[in-house]
């Protein structure tokens, strides 16, 4: 899902660069701040289940030695 949503801020980002009328500029910049606060999101969720992992993984070494 961040895949598509990056792909589509992309997008948006080219449309704004080429220009388009305020009012569709200012739709899409809506639009825009509304997924990167999604990406945001998605990404510290991802950073949390790194983190998480890492701390298993690294207890799992302690145990070892």
């Known amino acids: 899902m961040i895949e598509q949503n990056i792909k589509r801020l992309e997008d948006i980002a080219k449309k704004l660069e080429d220009g388009t009328n305020l009012d569709e500029s200012l739709k ?3 639009e ?5 606060k999604i ?3 998605d990404l510290e969720k ?3 289940k790194i983190i998480m992992i890492k ?7 302690e145990d070892n030695e």
């Open 28 to 30: 899409l910049y809506e």
């Open 46 to 48: 991802a950073k949390g």
């Open 32 to 36: 825009g701040c509304k997924l990167a």
């Open 55 to 61: 701390k298993e993984f690294d207890k799992k070494g």
């Open 39 to 41: 990406c945001l999101k």
